[in-house]
């Protein structure tokens, strides 16, 4: 395998519909996730299916060395990585005094240090090669702040922020930078963010649910466009233009109430 597209979080949802649209168009694949068992099984269906290479790499991102080792591993193997895609994240929901501390910086481990982290090393080569491109999922979370997933929406917003001035220098290397970010996904996002978050899940409407393969698509085409922010579907993006004529006070008030409820039921 000379290069490849890398995939963190690629074990399921959207991670896992993101690795199938990168196998469908032709690329091999680099699968990043804890659980070495499911990668396996991922590698050998995908290079069955689509006929490409796949190489699983089972990794818990949030220990310090984990982003320098992966880096190191590939260029030592000679491999250069053409996409890099960074999905692995996950959120807490709750009143923030209530978490252990110790969950709290996983989550700023992974959601923010990690994916710059990445960003950083796997860059450098593109730069040199003058071609690539890099996703990173933040969420329509990103927009807003987010009372009771406190962390979880500034981490998004940073990723928002971050990627938009990546893009902004990458760009005249040949580089093209997406955000993703996707609205109520059906993932196991809910099912890792605490007992609550259930509840909370619960006050979404049916209809403003998608599926992890349609938020993939979308994604996937936003990049292969030089998208730079790529808000899915309707009323993500709806949401996302109200917000500009909202005070933010009233913002802040209307997330935090929608949140608060089922804390309170």
């Not at 960003?119 to 003058?130: I, K, L, S, W």
């Not at 004529?245 to 209307?254: D, E, S, T």
Request: with cysteine.
């Amino acid at each position: 395998m000379d290069e490849a597209a890398l995939i963190t979080g690629a074990s399921r949802g959207i991670g896992l519909e993101l690795t199938r649209c990168f196998a469908e168009d032709g690329h091999n694949c680099i699968v990043v996730a804890r659980s070495e068992d499911r990668l396996h099984e991922i590698a050998d269906d995908f290079e069955s299916q689509y006929g490409v290479e796949m190489r699983p790499m089972a990794r818990d991102l949030t220990e310090p060395s984990a982003a320098r080792d992966l880096r190191e591993t590939l260029k030592s193997d000679g491999v250069f990585i053409h996409s890099l895609v960074n999905n692995a994240g996950f959120g807490n929901f709750g009143p923030f005094v209530d978490h252990e501390w110790g969950r709290e910086e996983s989550l700023l481990q992974l959601n923010i240090h990690v994916l710059t982290e990445l960003c950083h090393r796997f860059a450098e080569p593109m730069v040199e090669a003058g071609r690539g491109r890099i996703m990173n999922v933040a969420s329509t979370g990103a927009f807003v702040p987010g009372p009771y997933m406190s962390t979880y929406y500034a981490s998004k917003s940073y990723v928002l922020s971050f990627t938009e001035g990546l893009a902004g220098e990458l760009n005249a290397h040949g580089i093209d930078v997406t955000c993703l970010c996707p609205g109520a996904t059906r993932t196991k996002f809910v099912d890792e963010a605490g007992d609550e978050a259930e509840g909370a899940a619960s006050q979404i409407p049916d209809f403003a649910w998608a599926s992890p393969d349609d938020v993939a698509a979308y994604g996937y085409r936003s990049l292969e466009r030089g998208k730079v922010v790529a808000v899915h579907g309707w009323m993500g993006k709806c949401l996302v233009f109200l917000r500009r004529f909202a005070p933010r006070f009233l913002v802040r008030a209307l997330v935090g109430w929608g949140q608060r409820r089922p804390l309170e039921e």
